[in-house]
């Protein structure tokens, strides 16, 4: 390992900013009447936007295959992929976990990435996901995914929020989020910044740089793009939580999951992560499969990424004799 990379090995569990699942399903300060009072109600502007979103995008499937030019479909999977950068390597393991220290130089490149993404910005999506950590599957996990895959994946997006999701998350130190000026920033002007990462400039950049039609940058690289990242990231919370393995702890929902890894540039390790959520890797076999971590670790090598927490290969093997489903095959992940 190159010199300049700083690793924070933890051989221990230990208590973090979002605990392993040991701390889990504290919903005692809930009254029953909360819990039972609450109906279901829809956001029918939520709802309409997401199909006008997602009808938008089978129109965007075909002008790409069709009448695009390969330029901008190159240029969207480019946004695709460091605009899941913004929130894997950002809003995920840099501002919710903590699992690495970033100097401002990348905490500003990442937050300009979140902003194309356009998923909340960082403290709303490191609160919310802070809070689903420490009350997985509860009703104060926001996307909780006892509620089935549907309401994992897209819809408690179209809801209002349980109230145990509000009241948990009002309970949460925050202070980390709100002392970094990136952050505060982002937060303040928001809306304008997603307005010109998320949907101005991947329309514009084709046109000006390689001549593409307008409307056409438009729904590739935005429309197609935003949306295609959208579930990509949303696969995390409902096919993580639903199909896979547990190599490391069988007493909880998420699993290892092969089409999320992919999908999602790396997230897909989520029986891993829900056990040892400190780990900046977010998985056993570090850099394989998992562009997020070959992306931190060459902010390391730049020094631009430092403090990277990682777990001992002795705590991963006494946790999976412990928890694993499968304690007789100490090397057994998914592709066992």
Not at 47 to 72: C, E, G
Not at 77 to 93: C, D, M, P, Q, W
Not at 246 to 259: A, G
Request: hydrophobic share 45%; with cysteine.
């Amino acid at each position: 390992m190159a010199p300049n990379l700083r690793f924070t090995k933890i051989h221990e569990e230990q208590d973090d900013l979002v605990p392993t699942e040991a701390v889990i399903k504290d919903t005692s300060s809930l009254t029953e009447a909360k819990k039972y009072e609450h109906k279901r109600q829809i956001v029918w502007r939520n709802v309409i936007l997401m199909a006008a979103l997602h009808l938008a995008s089978l129109w965007a499937v075909y002008l790409m295959a069709t009448r695009a030019m390969w330029q901008t479909n190159v240029f969207t999977f480019f946004l695709y992929v460091f605009s899941g950068y913004g929130i894997t390597a950002g809003a995920h393991r840099l501002w919710s976990h903590r699992s690495y220290k970033a100097k401002l130089p990348l905490r500003i490149f990442l937050a300009f990435w979140n902003s194309v993404a356009f998923q909340n910005h960082i403290y709303e999506w490191a609160r919310d996901h802070r809070v689903h950590h420490k009350y997985s599957e509860t009703e104060a996990d926001p996307h909780n995914a006892t509620r089935g895959f549907f309401f994992a994946h897209v819809g408690w997006l179209l809801v209002r929020k349980h109230p145990a999701v509000i009241e948990k998350g009002r309970q949460l130190d925050l202070s980390d989020l709100m002392a970094d000026p990136v952050v505060r920033i982002q937060k303040k002007y928001y809306l304008w910044t997603v307005l010109v990462a998320c949907f101005i400039l991947p329309t514009v950049i084709p046109v000006y740089f390689w001549g593409e039609q307008a409307y056409i940058a438009f729904y590739a690289c935005a429309i197609f793009r935003y949306c295609w990242t959208l579930n990509m990231t949303w696969l995390v919370n409902s096919a993580a939580h639903l199909w896979g393995s547990h190599p490391y702890d069988k007493r909880i929902s998420p699993t290892e999951c092969l089409p999320t890894i992919l999908g999602a540039v790396g997230e897909g390790f989520h029986n891993f992560h829900h056990t040892f959520p400190w780990d900046y890797a977010t998985g056993e076999l570090g850099w394989v499969l998992n562009l997020t971590t070959i992306f931190i670790n060459f902010c390391a090598l730049i020094g631009q990424a430092y403090d990277l927490k990682t777990t001992s290969k002795s705590m991963i093997r006494d946790r999976k004799q412990r928890t694993g489903d499968r304690p007789d095959q100490l090397g057994y992940h998914m592709f066992n």
